[in-house]
T-cell receptor, first 109, second 115 residues
Protein backbone atom coordinates (compact mmCIF):
# COMPACT_ATOMS: atom_id res chain seq x y z
CA UNK A 1 0.00 0.00 0.00
CA UNK A 2 1.34 3.38 -0.99
CA UNK A 3 1.31 5.95 1.81
CA UNK A 4 1.93 9.68 1.83
CA UNK A 5 2.93 11.36 5.08
CA UNK A 6 2.49 15.08 5.45
CA UNK A 7 4.19 17.32 7.98
CA UNK A 8 3.54 19.28 9.98
CA UNK A 9 -0.04 18.26 10.71
CA UNK A 10 -0.90 21.75 12.01
CA UNK A 11 0.77 25.10 11.43
CA UNK A 12 -0.20 28.49 12.80
CA UNK A 13 1.81 31.49 11.67
CA UNK A 14 1.62 35.27 11.50
CA UNK A 15 0.84 37.10 8.28
CA UNK A 16 4.03 37.81 6.33
CA UNK A 17 5.97 34.76 7.53
CA UNK A 18 7.33 32.07 5.22
CA UNK A 19 6.57 28.38 5.64
CA UNK A 20 7.24 24.99 4.10
CA UNK A 21 5.12 21.87 4.31
CA UNK A 22 6.29 18.42 3.32
CA UNK A 23 4.86 15.32 1.68
CA UNK A 24 6.95 12.14 1.95
CA UNK A 25 6.64 8.53 0.88
CA UNK A 26 8.72 5.39 0.58
CA UNK A 27 7.02 4.75 -2.76
CA UNK A 28 7.72 6.27 -6.16
CA UNK A 29 4.87 8.18 -7.77
CA UNK A 30 4.57 9.03 -11.45
CA UNK A 31 2.98 12.34 -10.50
CA UNK A 32 2.14 14.32 -7.39
CA UNK A 33 -0.60 16.85 -6.88
CA UNK A 34 -1.30 19.50 -4.26
CA UNK A 35 -4.85 20.51 -3.35
CA UNK A 36 -6.18 23.18 -0.99
CA UNK A 37 -9.44 22.69 0.87
CA UNK A 38 -11.37 25.46 2.61
CA UNK A 39 -14.02 24.76 5.29
CA UNK A 40 -17.27 23.40 3.88
CA UNK A 41 -15.86 22.89 0.40
CA UNK A 42 -14.16 20.17 -1.61
CA UNK A 43 -10.42 20.19 -2.34
CA UNK A 44 -9.29 22.30 -5.28
CA UNK A 45 -6.21 21.47 -7.35
CA UNK A 46 -3.24 23.84 -6.97
CA UNK A 47 -0.59 22.09 -9.05
CA UNK A 48 0.54 18.82 -10.62
CA UNK A 49 4.24 17.87 -10.83
CA UNK A 50 5.34 14.95 -12.96
CA UNK A 51 9.12 15.16 -13.43
CA UNK A 52 11.69 14.39 -10.72
CA UNK A 53 13.30 17.64 -9.55
CA UNK A 54 10.56 19.75 -11.09
CA UNK A 55 9.83 23.14 -9.52
CA UNK A 56 6.59 25.01 -10.21
CA UNK A 57 5.61 28.45 -8.98
CA UNK A 58 2.09 29.75 -8.48
CA UNK A 59 2.36 33.38 -7.33
CA UNK A 60 3.73 33.11 -3.75
CA UNK A 61 3.57 29.29 -3.71
CA UNK A 62 6.53 27.17 -4.83
CA UNK A 63 6.15 23.43 -5.34
CA UNK A 64 9.00 20.97 -5.72
CA UNK A 65 8.98 17.29 -6.68
CA UNK A 66 11.88 15.27 -5.28
CA UNK A 67 14.50 13.90 -7.66
CA UNK A 68 13.46 10.33 -6.82
CA UNK A 69 9.75 11.20 -7.13
CA UNK A 70 9.08 10.03 -3.57
CA UNK A 71 8.56 13.40 -1.92
CA UNK A 72 7.39 16.95 -2.48
CA UNK A 73 7.36 20.28 -0.70
CA UNK A 74 5.19 23.36 -0.78
CA UNK A 75 6.77 26.69 0.20
CA UNK A 76 4.66 29.79 0.79
CA UNK A 77 6.35 33.18 0.84
CA UNK A 78 4.84 36.03 2.86
CA UNK A 79 1.77 34.09 3.93
CA UNK A 80 -1.58 35.88 3.92
CA UNK A 81 -4.84 35.09 5.79
CA UNK A 82 -6.29 33.94 2.45
CA UNK A 83 -3.77 31.07 2.45
CA UNK A 84 -5.56 29.53 5.44
CA UNK A 85 -6.85 26.04 4.70
CA UNK A 86 -6.07 22.34 4.56
CA UNK A 87 -3.27 21.46 2.13
CA UNK A 88 -3.40 17.92 0.76
CA UNK A 89 -0.84 16.13 -1.34
CA UNK A 90 -1.89 13.23 -3.58
CA UNK A 91 0.27 10.78 -5.45
CA UNK A 92 -0.47 8.66 -8.45
CA UNK A 93 -0.69 8.95 -12.16
CA UNK A 94 -3.02 6.05 -12.62
CA UNK A 95 -6.32 5.85 -10.78
CA UNK A 96 -6.89 6.01 -7.95
CA UNK A 97 -4.89 8.77 -6.25
CA UNK A 98 -3.45 8.24 -2.78
CA UNK A 99 -3.96 11.21 -0.45
CA UNK A 100 -1.95 12.32 2.55
CA UNK A 101 -3.74 13.37 5.76
CA UNK A 102 -3.04 17.04 5.09
CA UNK A 103 -1.46 20.07 6.76
CA UNK A 104 -3.90 22.47 8.35
CA UNK A 105 -2.54 26.00 7.96
CA UNK A 106 -3.80 29.02 9.84
CA UNK A 107 -2.43 32.45 8.95
CA UNK A 108 -3.19 35.09 11.55
CA UNK A 109 -3.50 38.73 10.52
CA UNK B 1 -20.55 24.96 -15.91
CA UNK B 2 -21.71 23.12 -12.78
CA UNK B 3 -18.78 20.66 -12.47
CA UNK B 4 -19.53 18.00 -9.83
CA UNK B 5 -22.84 18.30 -7.99
CA UNK B 6 -23.61 16.36 -4.80
CA UNK B 7 -26.92 16.06 -2.98
CA UNK B 8 -27.92 16.27 -0.21
CA UNK B 9 -25.48 18.63 1.49
CA UNK B 10 -26.51 17.53 4.99
CA UNK B 11 -28.37 14.49 6.27
CA UNK B 12 -29.07 12.88 9.62
CA UNK B 13 -29.85 9.18 9.65
CA UNK B 14 -30.91 6.79 12.35
CA UNK B 15 -28.94 3.57 12.85
CA UNK B 16 -30.15 0.94 10.40
CA UNK B 17 -31.67 3.34 7.89
CA UNK B 18 -30.56 3.39 4.25
CA UNK B 19 -29.96 6.28 1.89
CA UNK B 20 -28.34 7.25 -1.39
CA UNK B 21 -25.92 10.11 -1.91
CA UNK B 22 -26.29 11.49 -5.40
CA UNK B 23 -23.39 12.68 -7.58
CA UNK B 24 -23.51 14.01 -11.11
CA UNK B 25 -20.86 15.64 -13.32
CA UNK B 26 -21.23 17.55 -16.57
CA UNK B 27 -17.60 17.45 -17.76
CA UNK B 28 -17.86 14.13 -19.63
CA UNK B 29 -15.17 12.65 -17.35
CA UNK B 30 -14.68 8.91 -17.53
CA UNK B 31 -13.42 8.47 -13.98
CA UNK B 32 -15.53 9.06 -10.88
CA UNK B 33 -14.77 8.50 -7.19
CA UNK B 34 -16.30 8.52 -3.74
CA UNK B 35 -14.14 9.51 -0.79
CA UNK B 36 -14.93 9.96 2.88
CA UNK B 37 -13.13 12.47 5.04
CA UNK B 38 -12.94 12.05 8.80
CA UNK B 39 -11.30 14.64 11.08
CA UNK B 40 -7.50 14.42 10.88
CA UNK B 41 -7.65 11.41 8.56
CA UNK B 42 -7.43 12.88 5.09
CA UNK B 43 -9.42 11.35 2.24
CA UNK B 44 -10.12 7.64 2.05
CA UNK B 45 -11.33 6.07 -1.19
CA UNK B 46 -14.60 4.13 -0.92
CA UNK B 47 -15.35 3.16 -4.53
CA UNK B 48 -14.34 4.36 -7.95
CA UNK B 49 -15.36 3.89 -11.57
CA UNK B 50 -13.33 4.11 -14.76
CA UNK B 51 -16.39 4.30 -17.00
CA UNK B 52 -20.08 3.53 -17.32
CA UNK B 53 -20.82 -0.01 -16.17
CA UNK B 54 -17.47 -0.46 -14.39
CA UNK B 55 -16.93 -0.02 -10.66
CA UNK B 56 -14.23 -1.13 -8.24
CA UNK B 57 -13.61 -1.13 -4.51
CA UNK B 58 -11.30 1.35 -2.84
CA UNK B 59 -9.72 1.30 0.59
CA UNK B 60 -12.92 1.35 2.71
CA UNK B 61 -15.86 -0.17 0.72
CA UNK B 62 -17.65 -2.09 3.51
CA UNK B 63 -21.19 -0.87 4.14
CA UNK B 64 -21.46 0.94 0.80
CA UNK B 65 -22.54 0.15 -2.75
CA UNK B 66 -22.26 2.07 -6.01
CA UNK B 67 -23.51 1.88 -9.57
CA UNK B 68 -22.49 3.65 -12.78
CA UNK B 69 -25.24 3.35 -15.36
CA UNK B 70 -24.31 6.59 -17.15
CA UNK B 71 -21.14 8.65 -17.60
CA UNK B 72 -22.69 11.52 -15.64
CA UNK B 73 -24.02 9.82 -12.50
CA UNK B 74 -22.31 7.86 -9.71
CA UNK B 75 -24.63 7.38 -6.69
CA UNK B 76 -23.35 5.98 -3.39
CA UNK B 77 -25.75 3.78 -1.42
CA UNK B 78 -25.49 3.27 2.33
CA UNK B 79 -27.27 0.17 3.57
CA UNK B 80 -28.00 -0.26 7.29
CA UNK B 81 -26.32 2.98 8.41
CA UNK B 82 -23.95 2.75 11.38
CA UNK B 83 -22.40 5.48 13.56
CA UNK B 84 -19.00 4.64 12.02
CA UNK B 85 -20.35 6.01 8.74
CA UNK B 86 -20.70 9.50 10.19
CA UNK B 87 -18.40 11.50 7.94
CA UNK B 88 -18.16 14.01 5.12
CA UNK B 89 -18.46 12.34 1.73
CA UNK B 90 -16.89 13.77 -1.40
CA UNK B 91 -17.58 12.77 -4.95
CA UNK B 92 -14.97 13.57 -7.59
CA UNK B 93 -14.40 13.08 -11.28
CA UNK B 94 -11.36 13.18 -13.51
CA UNK B 95 -9.94 12.65 -16.94
CA UNK B 96 -6.31 11.96 -17.66
CA UNK B 97 -4.12 14.85 -18.71
CA UNK B 98 -1.55 14.64 -21.47
CA UNK B 99 1.09 13.83 -18.84
CA UNK B 100 -0.99 10.89 -17.66
CA UNK B 101 -1.90 12.44 -14.31
CA UNK B 102 -5.51 12.27 -13.15
CA UNK B 103 -6.63 15.72 -12.02
CA UNK B 104 -9.64 15.48 -9.72
CA UNK B 105 -12.56 17.88 -9.60
CA UNK B 106 -14.45 17.55 -6.31
CA UNK B 107 -18.00 18.25 -5.33
CA UNK B 108 -18.78 20.41 -2.29
CA UNK B 109 -19.36 17.40 -0.03
CA UNK B 110 -22.24 15.74 1.82
CA UNK B 111 -22.13 15.75 5.61
CA UNK B 112 -23.77 12.64 7.02
CA UNK B 113 -24.50 12.01 10.69
CA UNK B 114 -25.74 8.63 11.91
CA UNK B 115 -27.35 8.65 15.36
Amino acid sequence: TQLLEQSPQFLSIQEGENLTVYCNSSSVFSSLQWYRQEPGEGPVLLVTVVTGGEVKKLKRLTFQFGDARKDSSLHITAAQPGDTGLYLCAGGGNTPLVFGKGTRLSVIA
Amino acid sequence: NAGVTQTPKFRILKIGQSMTLQCTQDMNHNYMYWYRQDPGMGLKLIYYSVGAGITDKGEVPNGYNVSRSTTEDFPLRLELAAPSQTSVYFCASSSQTVSGANVLTFGAGSRLTVL
